[in-house]
């Protein structure tokens, strides 16, 4: 086939190609990569494909290219992931070498503090039950530990996280708070 009949046939097959590569949603740059790449594909095809009707011809086309974007989509992830993970390779040893700063170490000292405060203030009965859930223990093994149907769990672990939040803020109950006060 001579190469002015395979660009004829080439653009007459776009069309379908570009159809193909936006059924995949490639930003501009790998949409163009990937037409080539399809393009480049078809051409030792083509005297086959010229035989074959021509929504086969379309559809062979449009195959061809959902595959090709894909195939450029995949390839850039790894790209991506490669240089992430050269980058991460990279700041490694500047992370290794940092040390936290006495300012850092005040501030996790003055959060354990506040946390422990926090946790004083709850009932036996929500501490014992956030620790639970601290302890990687499922909603069900909670339930059946405490002869409750699943969703009173669920209810309660709301109330003890709510609880838990407001002895973090320094309230004692929802009437100390502004957002929440009654008008």
């Not at 995949?24 to 083509?46: C, G, N, S, Y």
């Not at 006495?102 to 003055?110: D, F, I, Q």
């Not at 946390?115 to 909603?139: C, F, I, N």
């Amino acid at each position: 086939m001579p190469s002015s009949e395979r660009s004829t046939f080439i653009e007459e097959l776009s069309p379908a190609i570009r159809r193909g590569i936006q059924r995949v949603r490639l930003q501009p740059h790998e949409a163009e990569d990937a037409f080539q790449q399809t393009a480049i594909k078809l051409l030792p095809h083509l005297e086959r494909l010229a035989t074959l009707p021509e929504k086969e011809r379309l559809a062979y086309a449009y195959i061809a290219a959902m595959r090709e974007s894909m195939a450029v989509r995949n390839s850039g992830r790894k790209r991506l992931a490669t240089s992430l993970d050269d980058a991460a390779a990279k700041n490694d040893g500047r992370l290794a070498d940092r040390r936290p700063s006495p300012e850092t170490w005040l501030r996790l000292a003055t959060d354990a503090k506040r946390a422990e405060a926090a946790m004083m203030r709850l009932t036996t009965h929500d501490k014992q039950m956030l620790e639970d859930v601290e302890q990687g223990a499922s909603g069900d093994e909670i339930a059946q530990k405490l002869g409750v149907p699943r969703r009173n769990v669920v209810y309660r672990l709301r109330v003890a996280r709510d609880a838990l939040r407001r002895a973090w803020d320094g309230r004692t109950s929802w009437f100390n708070s502004e957002r929440s006060r009654p008008r």
